[in-house]
């Protein structure tokens, strides 16, 4: 893998998240500078298998740096999965010359370039674009701060007319096997208790807590319910509480996919470009199979296979917050 990288190819992979168009300019734009040619690969690693492969220039990524979503589409490709799949991809990319690629998604993503990568031969640079912030080895992924901050928005409207009628909302956010999301937001908008997959959920604690705040004349709450808990989300939460106190007022909200859509805010903006800086950067100083996190503002190459092993945790301090700061 010693190889100069001459030609790179891009893609975005998995679920979509905001910045993730911010990442493709900036990588483009640093190729080129550096006299590399890219390429952008349509819907994941489903653009490698069936040829569908964009030659790009910097007028390709031209007043995309503001938009959600992913001009180079995405997808989960079952075909890639399979040795006859990734066969096809790699003759793709052969026949272009391309010798170097650059993926932007989460830890399934990296998990196809690390075994690509190992069969083929080519080097593959990830970047970390999940809005659930859940790859160990950076502090922030591409996308985790526009969602947080939609879901705060949206969670601060909620509270207002639950305020004027008094009653308990039950918000569910995205996180299928990640908290993240769920804990700020819910530190953020000051609610009573955040249910996360991470964490066991003591339900009957949730009912004392309600009932004891029920006596103070506290009728107003919010509970942050992460989709992934293992209590079932929020309308199975809705059900028992309202079986166990009768007299509560209990609605439900299911943010869903708003948190993955809109302009994504400054912070991913400038996390993308930095990402995707250092990711062509990686590719011409040789290394490989890696990808490009962010700790303590400053830049770290992890192995993928260390991102595909673990999972990032829950800091122990954020859910200490919330069970002081909701009393």
């Known amino acids: ?19 993730m168009n911010a990442a493709i300019r900036s990588v483009v734009r640093t190729a080129i500078y550096n006299g590399i040619e ?15 492969i964009i030659k790009m220039d910097s007028r390709s990524v031209a007043n995309i740096i503001q938009r959600g979503g992913t001009i180079l589409k995405t997808s989960r ?6 040795p006859e799949g990734r066969k096809k991809a ?12 650059v993926i932007i998604g989460g830890d399934g993503s990296f998990r196809g370039a690390q075994i690509f990568s190992s069969e083929f031969n080519i080097p593959c640079i990830g970047l970390p674009g999940t809005i659930d912030k859940d790859i160990a080895g950076t502090d922030f992924t591409i996308g985790f701060d526009t969602a947080v901050n939609t879901a705060v928005e949206a969670i601060d409207k909620i509270r207002d007319t639950a305020e ?7 918000i569910e956010v995205m996180g299928r096997d990640a908290g993240y999301i769920a804990i700020h937001s819910g530190i953020a908008s000051g609610a009573e208790n955040v249910l996360i997959p991470e964490r066991k959920t003591d339900v009957d604690e949730i009912v004392k807590s309600l009932k004891e705040k029920e006596k103070r004349k506290k009728l107003v709450n919010l509970i942050i319910v992460a989709e992934g808990d293992e209590f079932g989300g929020a309308n199975d939460l809705s059900v028992y509480l309202k079986d166990k106190i009768p007299t509560l007022e209990v609605r439900v909200c299911i943010l869903g996919h708003i948190q993955r859509g809109g302009s994504p805010t400054c912070t991913d903006r400038v996390i993308a470009s930095r990402m995707g800086f250092h990711a062509v950067e990686c590719l011409i100083e040789g290394k490989h199979n890696v ?7 400053k830049m770290h190459y992890i192995p993928l296979n260390e991102a595909v092993k ?13 069970k002081i700061l909701s009393t």
Do not use: W
């Open 1 to 19: 893998m010693t190889k100069k990288v001459t030609k790179i190819g891009v893609l975005t992979s998995g679920g979509d998240s905001p910045g």
């Open 38 to 52: 890219v390429f952008g690969i349509m819907h994941g690693y489903t653009g490698m298998v069936e040829d569908d």
């Open 77 to 82: 490709c079952k075909e890639f999965m399979e």
């Open 90 to 101: 790699f003759l793709n990319l052969e026949k272009r010359g391309i010798n170097g690629l």
């Open 164 to 170: 004027a009628h008094d009653r308990l909302f039950l």
């Open 291 to 297: 990808f490009v996190g962010i700790v303590n503002n």
């Open 310 to 322: 673990k999972k990032q945790k829950i800091n122990q301090e954020l859910i200490n917050i919330v």
